[in-house]
């Protein structure tokens, strides 16, 4: 017996996919990347996508909120930088339209910060330093979204 899968935990979008990963199975929303953990049946995958858990002590940070998106978005995309700007330019394309424009920047400690707006704008967000480009850009977006 299968269980219907429950919404997007995150967006809110009820377009998600099982996905087949080297024997193991995990579902994965097709709007804003975020996934379950690597199960080794469809139907525990499909549990742990299912499992919500009660707020414990309120309501969280915005800094655990930017970090519970952040981990969220599947491992991949977070350290492929083609992957990265992809997931990025779509997931805002949904939320406010075309033409954002992604900068990537590595400054002098090293660490890479990801930019974006769209040309019309002088600026929208540059995220906080991090160690890959493709972090970077995922990290800029789950700060945007989350307001900070």
Known sequence: MTTALLDCPFCGSDTRRILKLHGDSQVCCTNCAASSARATSRELAIEAWNRRTEPSQGALTQEEKILEMYNSISEDIREDICKACEWAKNYLMRLEGEGHELYITRHSDR??????????????????????????????????????
Do not use: I
Not at 125 to 137: F, I, K, N
């Open 111 to 148: 660490l890479v910060c990801c930019s974006f707006a769209k040309p019309e704008w002088r600026a929208d967000h540059t995220s906080r330093g991090m160690d890959h480009g493709a972090q970077a850009v995922v990290m800029a977006v789950c700060e945007y979204v989350n307001g900070a």
